[in-house]
T-cell receptor, first 113, second 113 residues
Framework: KNQVEQSPQSLIILEGKNCTLQ??????????LRWYKQDTGRGPVSLTIMTFSENTKSNGRYTATLDADTKQSSLHITASQLSDSASYIC????????????FGKGTKLSVKP | NAGVTQTPKFRVLKTGQSMTLLCAQD?????MYWYRQDPGMGLRLIHYSVGEGTTAKGEVPDGYNVSRLKKQNFLLGLESAAPSQTSVYFCASTVTGRTGELFFGEGSRLTVL
């Protein structure tokens, strides 16, 4: 069964600290892996899209890694800011031209001053 | 830059009532999607469209209907609302289904009493 599992479910960190969010997937055939940021009450916004051949991709203070062999991805946030408080959703695309996507349940990050 | 616009943003219905959610995108995207987001669950695909005049069922289509009469609009209808349809609904669009970045609307929060 195609699944995307994220950990931790929630996380609280102090402003300025770094953190890493995890995503494990069992999806086949794999097409790409995406990370989205969803602020409370808003729609998800894309952070990165990684294909099979990419193992690192950065977007400002966000760095995503992908290990296609172990089917794991991580999202590292550097020097966190209060505005980083949000849910971070891992999404895996597989098969089909219409874009079949499996969404993880997300990690809720709270950054405290 | 409007992007993806959903209307209405909030709605309360009684069981058995009908309603339509409208999604409009101004990016000339071919692919459009309707998702629902429930607490503790990842986004789930209701219906999608790969172009004007086409629609297809997603993971949880029961109780919903859709239409894509114009390329820029994707309508989601509830013919007879049920409490189980209480959710936040997100519309999304993209240029290409498998690899394209997905752009989401701000969501429509529906409560069925």
């Amino acid at each position: 069964k195609n699944q995307v599992e994220q950990s931790p479910q929630s996380l609280i960190i102090l402003e300025g600290k770094n953190c890493t969010l995890q995503c494990n997937y069992t999806v086949s055939p794999f097409s790409n892996l995406r990370w989205y940021k969803q602020d409370t009450g808003r729609g998800p916004v894309s952070l990165t899209i990684m294909t099979f051949s990419e193992n690192t991709k950065s977007n400002g203070r966000y760095t995503a890694t992908l290990d296609a062999d172990t089917k794991q991805s991580s999202l590292h946030i550097t020097a966190s800011q209060l505005s980083d408080s949000a849910s971070y959703i891992c999404v895996v695309s597989y098969g089909g031209s219409q874009g079949n996507l499996i969404f993880g349940k997300g990690t809720k990050l709270s950054v405290k001053p | 830059n409007a992007g993806v616009t959903q209307t209405p943003k909030f709605r309360v219905l009684k069981t058995g009532q009908s309603m339509t959610l409208l999604c409009a995108q101004d990016m000339n995207h071919e692919y459009m999607y309707w998702y629902r987001q429930d607490p503790g669950m990842g986004l789930r695909l209701i219906h999608y469209s790969v172009g004007e005049g086409t629609t297809a069922k997603g993971e949880v289509p029961d109780g919903y209907n859709v239409s894509r009469l114009k390329k820029q609009n994707f309508l989601l209808g509830l013919e007879s609302a049920a409490p189980s349809q209480t959710s936040v609904y997100f519309c999304a669009s993209t240029v290409t289904g498998r690899t394209g970045e997905l752009f989401f609307g701000e969501g429509s929060r529906l409560t069925v009493l």
